[in-house]
């Protein structure tokens, strides 16, 4: 079973798409701040993580920079899933090492979960 | 630092290009204005002074007292100007804080929505189906609103992005078509495309110029009733590309014309057959085209329909 980390501060959100890809056979870890997320990415080993860019403690993009200088989370591929949408942020968070970037107001939750098979199909 | 800063002060276009207005009634522009007002001012008096009064105490005297005054009304002036434009600006940026703020639990209501209304949950009526699809709709509108004030604030504030990239006109115009297939077969309107044989590409932001032809075609859609016809028509003219969309519609009384361009304006006739529509579209395509050094313009006669057209320079 294909693990995803899901960084996000949002219940609501951890809630919905959680839900949706447990019902769709992926083992889910939640983390609601950034601190939290790296220590489970280093420790539960995911196949895939959904990174949140606003986040308590840790902001979004410092978790990618940790992420990528780590030789035992740099290899991870990361989805940014927020809802910030200026390019210096979209182009920021690709510079850093994300591989997909997605806005959640611009998709529905069947869109991003397709997205999120199709990177783990890769 | 703080002469880098000092300088970057000096620095009237940069200054000018922060709160996104023209430099003509930019402060710091204006004060450099009111400065050379000073100088010519004082010598003007300082020459006059000497020519009709002899004490030259009582000339240094006047010619102090009218750079004093003129100095203090300039500045005043400047400064008034100057917290107007910050405040335009401080508007700007609010309105794009609000609306990310928005975004988050707008996002968290569509996805639990279709949660629901996917029958995960438990089967679904049909009239419960019929309230959630009034949900759904409504979100979606409201989707769309903040991305229009998002966009709003973006060119307010300078921030709208532009990308230019080579790409065909008509290519771009046949897939945006194909997109609005089912809703304007929703609404019983046909759209036809005309395009001149062998047409250049055009230099510009592709996405940008998506938005201003999805905005048209909506348009013209929207304010369609009954069985409606759209044309759509793509040449070249003098070292542009020339876009334009006919539909035969509600069309814009004649008294709303000339507002139709400006921000959060909805003509009568547009609030009465379609209560959706922020009135942010046409605001947002003719901010636009300025920055794509295009033009836009329309023809328009209540009940009969509207013509809007732009241009795109081909380099």
């Avoid at chain 1, 769709?24 to 990415?41: F, M």
């Avoid at chain 2, 922060?18 to 100088?39: A, E, H, R, T």
């Amino acid at each position: 079973m294909k693990r995803i980390l899901f960084i996000e501060d949002e219940s609501a959100l951890q809630k919905t798409l959680g839900e949706v890809l447990r019902e769709n056979g992926y083992e889910v870890i939640s983390a609601l701040d950034g601190e939290t997320g790296i220590k489970s990415a280093k420790t539960k080993k995911p196949d895939l993580i959904l990174l949140d860019l606003i986040l308590p403690k840790l902001s979004g993009f410092e978790v990618l920079k940790q992420l990528k200088k780590d030789e035992e989370t740099k290899n991870i591929p990361v989805i940014v899933l927020t809802n910030l949408e200026e390019v210096k942020d979209v182009e920021k968070a690709m510079e850093l090492g994300a591989t997909t970037y997605l806005v959640k107001a611009n998709y529905s939750l069947k869109e991003v979960v397709d997205k999120i098979k199709a990177a783990l199909e890769k | 630092m703080a002469i880098k800063k000092f300088f970057s002060q000096l620095d009237f276009f940069d200054q000018c290009r922060k709160y996104n207005i023209p430099i003509s009634q930019c402060p710091q522009f204006l004060f450099l204005i009111m400065g050379l007002v000073i100088i010519f001012s004082s010598t003007t008096t300082y020459a006059l002074g000497t020519r009709y009064i002899k004490d030259p105490e009582i000339v240094l005297l006047l010619v102090l007292s009218i750079t004093a005054v003129l100095l203090i009304i300039a500045y005043l002036i400047s400064r008034s100007f100057e917290r107007l434009a910050q405040a335009n600006r401080l508007k700007s940026e609010f309105v794009s804080i609000v609306s990310h703020q928005l975004r988050s639990p707008l996002s968290n209501m569509r996805w639990a929505l279709e949660i629901l209304m996917s029958g995960r949950m438990g089967k679904i009526e049909e009239k419960q189906l019929e309230y959630f699809s009034i949900l759904r709709e409504n979100s979606d509108r409201m989707r769309e609103l903040v991305k229009d004030l998002l966009t709003v604030s973006r060119i307010e504030t300078a921030r709208l992005s532009f990308k230019k990239e080579r790409f065909s006109l008509e290519e771009l115009i046949k897939e945006l078509i194909s997109s609005f297939n089912s809703f304007s077969k929703a609404s019983n309107t046909e759209i036809s495309f005309q395009a001149e044989k062998d047409l250049p590409m055009v230099l510009s932001d592709r996405s940008k110029i998506k938005l201003v032809i999805e905005n048209l075609i909506d348009n013209a859609i929207r304010y369609t009733k009954g069985k409606g016809k759209i044309e759509i028509k793509l040449k070249k003219k003098d070292g542009s590309l020339y876009f334009e969309i006919k539909d035969n519609g509600v069309g814009i009384p004649k008294e709303d014309q000339k507002y139709i361009f400006q921000k959060f304006f909805r003509s009568k006739n547009a609030s009465r057959y379609q209560t959706e529509g922020s009135g942010l579209g046409l605001y947002i395509v003719k901010s636009i085209l300025e920055k794509a050094k295009g033009k836009i313009g329309f023809r328009s006669q209540e009940g009969k329909g509207s013509t809007f057209w732009f241009t795109l320079p081909i380099k």
